[in-house]
């Protein structure tokens, strides 16, 4: 017999002649090892030498293999990145894809798409280029820095501008960071920034108007009152005095540190086992006039925060600062008993940015790689005129047409049942404690009956 014959493979019994050899396990082993064995080199070469042998099988078919189109240049390569991005919120319902409604999420994958940052066999669906975002934030929530992990193409060296085209102006892309391949922008985020900017007449004394229709009109029957010429003026002239700014100061100094956050959030689902929140710092600014009213600046940071839990944490501080409640009933309502802590209007919440220290320590120390670190540092001042022109304008410009925050302010005291603990003394009646098991009253429901508190109209939450 010759050698050639020796080289032949075996057939096994009963199988027609001209099969292929049965696969033992040691050599699919073999094989398995081999293959992880390969480097990224291996693997890239044997990408292409399958692209080309489909090219041309496609050729000799008479058909286009998937992924070539008129070109015959093989797919670009996907890089994971964090891509730095800025928006006002005013006219979508929140960052999160959400279908039937308009998000920024949505916009976004649609300007990655036209600008070929994501191809297009990737265009049908987000997660297929495993788009995950650092923060989540409501219904026209503003942010002036905001990060989104994905896996982009990245070769075309004018392929931010190329977004920037496709998205509408109050939606901006700063930039990208090239990052490891484990890279989440959620999982990965160390804490989170947020700013609060509220005009300062919410801290003025309450209107008689309000408190007398809130005597003497049955609670199915009450209207909030619109503000007059006189008011608005009022509300316009009114400075903060030191010692209110002082007791803001106090107050939000109390939500340093680890709390039981409960009572500043929707209370479904909610437990002693997954409300607690640690807090770096809430601080206030000197207050600042713009276009002829006085605005106050607070900025939390934080690791985490529940579902409507910086608005409440605001809400609180403005009716207790109304009331001349007693900074001991903050201690009280930390992991006390459930009540209705009001929600401060989503007009003037906007999300700073979010925090990557622990994932840029790491990349720091490891000179060799190819990541950057995450920081908004190199596009701080395209970032401010965007904040002023589309966030901090676009708020003031609400409110002065709207007059959102003298809405809120009254309508919480056309209906005050709701909110009966916060008084001068501090203490909790039984009448403000929530049953569990029992909706919630809400004063637009007064005419049907008590009703439990809408969640639609924010996303925030663990997650930023």
């Known amino acids: 017999m010759s050698p050639e014959a020796n080289q032949v493979p075996s057939v096994a019994a009963g199988a027609p002649a001209g099969a292929p050899a049965e696969e033992t396990p040691d050599n699919k082993r073999k094989r398995s090892n081999n293959n992880r064995a390969q480097t990224g080199k291996d693997r890239r070469e044997h990408a292409k030498r399958k ?20 070109s015959s240049e093989p797919r670009q390569p996907k890089r994971r990145v964090a891509l730095l991005l800025g928006y006002c919120g005013t006219g979508y319902q929140g960052m999160q894809v959400n279908p039937g409604a308009r998000t920024i999420e949505s916009d976004l994958f649609k300007a990655l798409c036209g600008a070929g940052a994501v191809s297009e066999d990737n265009a049908s669906d987000q997660h297929k280029v495993q788009l995950q975002r650092a923060a989540r934030t409501d219904k026209g929530v503003h942010a002036a820095g905001q990060v989104v992990s994905l896996k982009m193409i990245v070769e075309d060296p004018d392929i931010v501008a190329k ?44 209107s008689q108007q309000c408190q007398e229709i809130a005597r003497t009109v049955p609670i199915a029957e009450r209207e909030v009152p619109a503000a007059s010429p006189e008011e608005i003026a009022q509300m316009r002239a009114y400075r903060l005095p030191p010692e209110t700014l002082q007791f803001v100061r106090d107050a939000l100094a109390k939500y340093k540190g680890t709390h039981d956050y409960r009572n500043f959030t929707v209370t479904k689902g909610c437990t002693e086992h997954n409300s607690k929140r640690h807090m770096f710092w809430f601080e206030a600014a000197d207050p600042m006039v713009v276009e002829g009213s006085e605005w106050l600046s607070l900025k939390v940071k934080g690791q985490s925060f529940m579902l409507h839990q910086i608005r409440k944490m605001v809400g609180l501080i403005i009716l207790m600062a109304r009331a001349g409640a007693p900074l001991s009933l ?41 990541s950057g670190v995450v920081t908004f540092e190199p596009h701080k001042a395209a970032i401010d005129a965007f904040k002023q022109e589309f966030i901090y304008d676009n708020i003031v410009k609400t409110e002065l047409a709207e007059c959102t925050f003298d809405s809120w302010v009254k309508n919480i005291e056309v209906f005050p049942e709701q909110f009966t603990y916060i008084n001068k003394e501090g203490v909790i009646p039984e009448s403000a404690i ?31």
């Open 51 to 70: 692209y080309d042998e489909r090219r041309r099988e496609g050729d000799a078919r008479g058909r286009v293999p998937r992924g070539d189109s008129e």
């Open 330 to 370: 903050m201690d009280r309502l930390f992991g006390g008993p459930l009540v209705n802590v009001p929600k401060a209007p989503g007009l003037g919440l906007l999300l700073e940015q979010p925090v990557f220290d622990g994932y840029n320590q790491r990349t720091e120390n490891q000179a060799t790689t190819a």
């Open 163 to 206: 977004i920037n085209q496709h998205l509408p102006a109050q939606i901006r892309a700063w930039g990208f960071v090239r990052t490891v391949r484990s890279f989440n922008s959620k999982t990965m985020c160390d804490s989170r920034i947020y700013e609060y900017l509220l005009p300062t007449y919410v801290f003025m004394a309450p």
């Open 434 to 464: 929530i049953v569990p098991g029992q909706s919630m009253f809400h004063p637009r429901d007064a005419a049907r009956g008590p009703a439990a508190e809408s969640s639609d109209d924010e996303q925030d939450a663990n997650d930023g």
